[in-house]
């Protein structure tokens, strides 16, 4: 009995397995509205056999996007295109789909990858940036207009209203972007926030911002749709967040009404250095699960069915949430379920690849 394909209840969200895609961003979508490309992106990892797909970093303000390219939730049109696209992949698919809110604050206004992944240049159409304090990323890089309160009244406001809009499009769950140097995030992290108000210094100033966005959005989403957080389990720097910050942070956000929190980490400065050994975050996302009792989910360089296995055989976290994998193998789960004698839902075209197309009998035949 695998305890990777053992199902999970989170909220009222039942699932059938642990697997989890991970938010994946693809610069694709024209002033933050999905494309065709996202129809046939996430419509291919719909049925990845992963019981949930979580829609990239989704701006809730046009300011909010790292790139051009991002994808939004902070107009009508945005909200249509996001529809359009969510509603086929869930007839078509056998997921569910959850949705990564988030505001990239000083890192937004920066080139899509391929073409340098930096701060976008004069001719570039750059935009202002805001951030807890008027702190660079790294060297050239926007320096951050520091928010006022009525900034950050703006912000909330904006995170609220696009959690309606996604519930409106359907989605099962809600995730937070709290990680990654993104704005909530760049609050929490002492690197980058360097206020000496209400936001700035202490732990408890620093949540203070995320902690109100995170009880706003959970006035409008219903107890039964999970509502989480990616979090930052390690800075990675001297003077940075650690994983006993992490335990806090996570037992904060439980008590502001989170469900669970995906332990991720790194990306405060330009110039941090992400650990790149297997798991890298597993033992953190043990720690957070075990001491601020809240489920997670690991994520970073988990790539192996025997490996993901463990994970949540030994209990260091609730779910897997993988990247890099479903891209390389778009049906990683097919292969893990085969590699563990579990079975997943394909959809009923696909039904002749399975346990038979593998037995001994088949394969003489
Ligand atoms: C193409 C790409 C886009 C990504 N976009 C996001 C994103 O929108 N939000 C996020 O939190 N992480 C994003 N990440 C990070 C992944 O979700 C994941 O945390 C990271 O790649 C480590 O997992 P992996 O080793 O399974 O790839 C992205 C990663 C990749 C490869």
Same mark, same amino acid.
């Given at each position: ?193 360097? *206020?000496?108000? =209400?936001?700035?210094? @202490?732990?408890?100033?620093? #949540?203070? %911002?995320?902690?109100?966005? $995170?009880? +706003? ?71 957070? *699960?075990?001491? =601020?009792?809240?489920? @997670?989910?690991?994520?970073? #360089?988990? %790539?192996?069915?025997?490996? $993901?296995? +463990? ?55």
């Amino acid at each position: 009995m695998s305890a990777l394909f053992s199902p999970i209840k989170l909220a009222g969200l039942e699932l059938p397995n642990r697997l989890v895609v991970s938010p994946m961003c693809q610069y694709s979508a024209d002033d933050g509205s999905a494309s065709d490309w996202h129809m046939m992106h996430l419509g291919m990892l719909a049925n990845s056999g992963a019981a949930l797909v979580i829609v990239e970093a989704t701006g809730v303000e046009r300011r909010g996007r790292i790139t051009h390219g991002c994808l939004g939730l902070y107009s009508d049109d945005n909200e249509l295109a996001l529809a359009r696209v969510i509603q086929q992949c869930r007839r078509r698919g056998t997921a569910k789909f959850g949705i990564q809110l988030a505001h990239a604050g000083r890192k937004a206004s920066a080139q899509k990858p391929w073409d340098g992944g930096v701060a976008l240049t004069k001719g570039q159409d750059p935009w202002p940036t805001i951030g807890p304090s008027a702190v660079t990323y790294g060297e050239n890089w926007h320096t951050p207009a520091m928010m006022t309160e009525a900034d950050m009244t703006c912000v909330c406001d904006a995170f609220v209203s696009s959690a309606k809009r996604a519930l409106r499009i359907g989605f099962d769950e809600i995730e937070l972007h709290m990680s990654h140097g993104y704005l909530l995030h760049s609050f929490m992290s002492p690197i980058s926030n360097m *206020r000496t108000d =209400a936001f700035g210094g @202490t732990m408890d100033n620093r #949540l203070k %911002f995320p902690l109100e966005v $995170a009880r +706003a959005v959970r006035t409008v989403v219903p107890k039964n749709v999970p509502l989480g957080a990616r979090i930052t389990g390690s800075d990675w720097r001297q003077g940075g967040l650690t994983p006993d910050d992490a335990v806090t942070i996570a037992k904060s956000l439980k008590a502001a009404g989170i469900d669970f929190v995906c332990v991720s980490s790194g990306a405060i400065t330009f110039d941090t250095r992400t650990p790149t050994e297997p798991g890298y975050n597993v033992a953190i996302s043990e720690k957070v *699960r075990r001491e =601020a009792g809240i489920p @997670t989910r690991a994520v970073g #360089l988990i %790539f192996k069915p025997q490996q $993901a296995e +463990a994970i949540i055989a030994e209990g260091q976290a609730d779910q897997i949430a993988m990247a890099r994998a479903f891209l390389d193998d778009p049906h990683w789960a097919w292969h893990a379920a085969k590699a563990l004698g579990a079975e997943v839902l394909r959809p009923q075209q696909y039904l002749r690849v399975g346990p038979k197309l593998w037995a001994p009998a088949a394969a003489s035949a």
